[in-house]
């Protein structure tokens, strides 16, 4: 007796296990399971159109629409932003096998290996192989250069949606798979970065579609990431592809966190430009105050070099008291706006050095002034101290 349940159930096991998980690489003996076939197929042409429309055209049919390798060249000048060798214009075979060849030596020269994948494959229309290549392409050009907290590539942009994700209930995410299904994560990050466009508290786990479609209407409509995922596919698929996540993914960081950078460089020149008014502002004090100290000083010097003598004894207590009054109230609050002046141009001076700007001249050589006034007041403030010494003599 056979049991041909069992050899059956064994042949599935084995056929099973002969698809690719969503997270091999691309290996040419394996087979690509179906539902993610045709995620990719659709994520990775709207991946695409979505660079391709930059340059006015798209491509229908993945692995039909890149054969003759022109498509696939202006793809890569596009998302690169360099110019590749001139393309062959010939239509025979080894015309188009030359352009492809020509695209993928433009990937090898960025440090990616291509393992398994040929410009015959890619021009006979071998979707698998398509497939990888692109896959390539994505991980390349929008993944790898991904950094988050010294993190990198995949796990850089994994982290980037835990910490954008965080706050939110029902939001566990921890893989390109599974951790999307219900469609609440797509909507965090939309929600996190642009509140204004979801309301999260009105979302229902037990409405994933809802959410999914909710996701990609607004993303398509608001921030200008065209629909990559079917929300019906991942959905009944028990583990969806973790290459079109991950491919749809970076398009919200891309646009978000481009728009962080924008914010962060617009915070840094208003930083720039706070600091510059502020010294601005420094300066136009310093000479304010330098010019009425310089005022009060060369009125001041006159009066204490008088040596007109009084004949009058009352005129000569008023001479006495007089000088009492400059010595004690005069006196003392234009000392004390010295020294500040002299604490101001030093902090100005400190501030123009860390910021790498010129030094502060102040007009006129006010500092200069200030100084060589202030000498002259101490000399005639001597003078004068001698010169009333003498009349509280003589009032003795």
Not at 368 to 382: M, N, R, T, Y
């Amino acid at each position: 007796y056979i049991d041909y349940s069992l050899r059956i159930e064994a042949h599935q096991r084995q056929q099973e296990h002969q698809y690719m998980s969503p997270e091999d690489e691309w290996d040419r003996d394996l087979l690509l399971d179906p539902a993610w076939e045709k995620q990719q197929r659709k994520t990775f042409t709207a991946w695409c159109n979505s660079h391709l429309r930059k340059a006015g055209t798209q491509i229908e049919n993945i692995e039909d629409d890149f054969r003759n390798g022109l498509k696939l060249m202006l793809l890569l000048e596009v998302i690169s932003g360099e110019r590749l060798p001139k393309p062959d214009k010939g239509k025979m075979r080894f015309h188009k096998i030359a352009n492809v060849n020509k695209a993928l030596d433009f990937i090898c020269s960025k440090g990616v290996k291509l393992v398994s994948i040929g410009a015959e494959e890619i021009v006979d229309g071998n979707t698998k192989m398509t497939l990888g290549m692109i896959w390539t392409i994505i991980l390349r050009f929008a993944i790898q250069d991904i950094s988050v907290e010294e993190t990198s590539a995949k796990e850089g942009l994994l982290l980037w949606c835990q910490r954008k994700t965080a706050p939110y209930r029902n939001v566990n995410v921890q893989n390109f798979h599974i951790s999307w299904k219900d469609g609440l994560a797509l909507c965090a990050l939309i929600h996190r970065h642009r509140p204004d466009l979801i309301d999260y508290s009105k979302l229902r786990k037990d409405d994933p579609i809802g959410n999914l479609n909710t996701a990609f209407e607004v993303a398509e409509k608001y921030l200008d990431i065209p629909k990559m995922l079917d929300a019906e596919d991942i959905v009944n698929t028990p583990k969806p592809d973790e290459k079109a996540i991950m491919t749809y993914v970076s398009c919200f960081y891309h646009a978000f966190a481009g728009a962080e950078q924008a914010e962060t460089a617009a915070n840094r020149i208003c930083k720039v430009l706070a600091v510059n008014q502020e010294n601005e502002k420094l300066m136009e004090e310093y000479e304010k105050l330098a010019s009425e100290l310089l005022e009060w000083i060369r009125k001041t010097i006159p009066w204490l070099e008088n040596r007109m003598a009084e004949q009058q004894m009352k005129a000569m207590q008023q001479k006495l008291e007089d000088f009492r009054d400059y010595r004690r109230i005069h006196k003392p609050p234009r000392v004390q706006e010295k020294c500040q002046l002299e604490i101001n141009f030093n902090t100005l001076q400190t501030k123009l050095r860390l910021s790498n700007r010129p030094a502060f001249m102040p007009s006129e050589g006010k500092m200069v002034s200030v100084g060589d006034a202030f000498e002259s007041d101490l000399a005639a403030h001597q003078d004068r101290v001698e010169q009333i010494a003498a009349i509280a003599q003589e009032l003795k």
